[in-house]
């Protein structure tokens, strides 16, 4: 299942000023109720959908 729209937002910070140092990257994946209710939904789902 995938989440299309998700109301969860991460940051992307620099590191420093030099540019060979990667960034820091927080995604803040699922850190919104709503997208876990509608992840769960879509497994629900899936589950009731399989042939036998």
């Not at 937002?9 to 209710?37: A, F, K, M």
């Amino acid at each position: 299942s995938q989440l299309l729209h998700p109301k969860s937002r991460g940051t992307v910070r620099l590191q420093s000023t030099n540019p060979y140092d990667p960034p820091l990257i927080d995604p803040n994946y699922l850190d919104d109720p709503s997208d876990i209710e509608a992840i769960v939904r879509g497994k629900n789902n899936n589950i009731f959908k399989v042939d036998i």
